[in-house]
């Protein structure tokens, strides 16, 4: 055995046991999937929120002598408050619908084992979350706490709400009601006590907070996470991410919905901080965000396999060229699932080097362009699913070096690609020389 195949064989030994069971056991854990399912379910309201502050902060330079570009500026300016305000409701306030969605996605894991209802837990949170992260104060509630602030207060309380609901049911407490009353009514009685149970436990917590250190929960959350927000935007931790989804995608797990689903609430943390400094003209402070990984780090689907697509569509290999063909529409959307079990690329040792690299040379490449101000830095949250130039323009304020920078990324892969691709190349050529020889052979026979 080659010393290629060796060291294959323990990269893949060690994923299939240690890597891919803890992985597979993290994505099915019932808090992971309702986390990931909240923030799924909140992404319309943040992506129409975000394309809308495009409209407010013009990617024009405000000295700029082009016609166009200064009466947008001037209306921008004008119309500021009423563009932003569909903003506000969304973006501007997206813990809100993250916590609901979080609570009524984990309140559904116990309607069987314990007759929850998840409409009341996710009810029950918003109550908690607006009452640690909006206390009234001289009369309206103040905001600061409901955007990207207070996102992990968000979970933690969506989470702490349904729990507590789920051990009051185990432990039959509750208000009992005969079977005869309606059983909206006995839902509404049903939710009395572990109302109670909040107030008497986050309120005087909140209260403790605010006496002591004069901020809200939100903001003391905040402030023991900024040091692993700061860590999760770094050059290593990008990597390191992208390493294992997609090591994970080799043995043929989703790799990048796992790994997306775990750094979503630190991608979306960092986009309410770069939203906030556009809005005050500071500079963009955070690189890492969900529109950096689907635009950047994977062109063309995980493994940034645009370029490979692009090195199939001239092969000399049918079954290569067809898979291409099939492919390239499909990968401009960021749909790869044809190219990588058409190759097959999962389990395929030819591709392992490249199917790691490409993406890791991508997140390096773009990071660099970013970190040293060659391209702006993401300020809106882009369906996935957008072609891939346009979506990372889109995704920075309509910066069209960021196009550029994509169509740069695909080459950067095709390239990286290239020499697999022609052992692969060589492989079937071989194998379909050979199945040819055979049908001529058959055929001779017939005859």
Same mark, same amino acid.
């Given at each position: 055995m080659s010393a290629h195949h060796a060291a294959f064989n323990v990269i893949f030994r060690f994923v299939e046991n240690f890597v891919s069971p803890v992985a597979v056991r993290i994505s099915s854990q019932r808090h992971v999937m309702a986390i990931r399912d909240g923030f799924i379910s909140a992404m319309p309201f943040m992506i129409v929120g975000s394309f809308l502050l495009v409209f407010a902060y013009p990617p024009f330079s405000p000295d700029t002598t082009w016609?166009?570009?200064?009466?947008?500026?001037?209306?921008?300016?004008?119309?500021?408050? *009423?563009?932003?305000?569909?903003?506000?409701?969304?973006?501007? &306030? $997206? !813990? %809100?619908?993250?916590?609901?969605?979080? #609570?009524?996605?984990?309140?559904?894991?116990?309607?069987?084992?314990?007759?929850?209802?998840?409409?009341?837990?996710?009810?029950?949170?918003?109550?908690?979350?607006?009452?640690?992260?909006?206390?009234?104060?001289?009369?309206?509630?103040?905001?600061?706490?409901?955007?990207?602030?207070?996102?992990?207060?968000?979970?933690?309380v969506a989470i702490y709400c349904v729990e507590m609901m789920r051990f009051l049911k185990a432990r039959n407490i509750g208000i009992r009601l005969p079977d005869q009353v309606p059983p909206m009514i006995k839902n509404s009685f049903d939710l009395l006590i572990p109302v109670l149970v909040v107030v008497l436990t986050l309120y005087p917590?909140?209260?403790?907070? *605010?006496?002591?250190?004069?901020?809200?929960?939100?903001?003391? &959350? $905040? !402030? %023991?996470?900024?040091?692993?927000?700061? #860590?999760?935007?770094?050059?290593?931790?990008?990597?390191?991410?992208?390493?294992?989804?997609?090591?994970?995608?080799?043995?043929?797990?989703?790799?990048?919905?796992?790994?997306?689903?775990?750094?979503?609430?630190?991608?979306?943390?960092?986009?309410?901080?770069?939203q906030a400094a556009l809005a005050q003209g500071a500079p963009l402070p955070h690189i890492f965000m969900e529109a950096f990984w689907t635009f950047f780090i994977v062109v063309g689907g995980s493994g940034a396999t645009m370029g490979l697509v692009i090195c199939y569509l001239k092969s000399r290999s049918a079954h290569l060229r067809a898979i291409g063909r099939l492919s390239v529409v499909p990968s401009m959307f960021n749909i790869n699932e044809p190219v990588i079990f058409g190759t097959p690329i999962v389990m395929n040792p030819v591709f392992f080097i490249p199917f790691l690299l490409a993406p890791m040379v991508n997140a390096v490449l773009a990071w660099a362009a970013m970190k040293f101000d060659l391209v702006s830095r993401v300020i809106s949250v882009v369906p996935w699913t957008a072609p891939a130039p346009i979506g990372g323009a889109w995704a920075l304020g309509w910066d069209f070096r960021a196009a550029l920078l994509v169509i740069v990324l695909a080459v950067v892969s095709a390239i990286i690609y290239y020499p697999f691709f022609k052992v692969y190349e060589k492989q079937l050529l071989e194998q379909e020389a050979a199945e040819s020889e055979a049908e001529k052979a058959d055929n001779q026979q017939v005859a």
């Open positions: 016609g166009f570009a200064r009466a947008w500026l001037a209306l921008a300016k004008r119309f500021e408050g *009423q563009i932003l305000s569909p903003f506000d409701m969304t973006m501007g &306030i $997206m !813990s %809100i619908y993250i916590c609901v969605a979080i #609570a009524y996605n984990l309140g559904k894991h116990y309607v069987k084992s314990h007759q929850l209802d998840p409409f009341m837990g996710a009810m029950l949170s918003l109550m908690a979350f607006l009452l640690v992260a909006a206390p009234k104060t001289q009369g309206a509630l103040p905001g600061d706490g409901l955007g990207g602030t207070g996102i992990f207060t968000a979970i933690l917590l909140s209260l403790l907070i *605010q006496s002591q250190f004069d901020m809200l929960i939100p903001q003391a &959350i $905040m !402030s %023991i996470f900024n040091p692993l927000v700061a #860590a999760a935007d770094s050059l290593p931790a990008i990597l390191l991410a992208v390493l294992i989804g997609h090591l994970l995608w080799f043995a043929g797990i989703h790799g990048a919905a796992i790994v997306s689903g775990m750094l979503q609430m630190f991608w979306l943390t960092n986009l309410a901080a770069n």
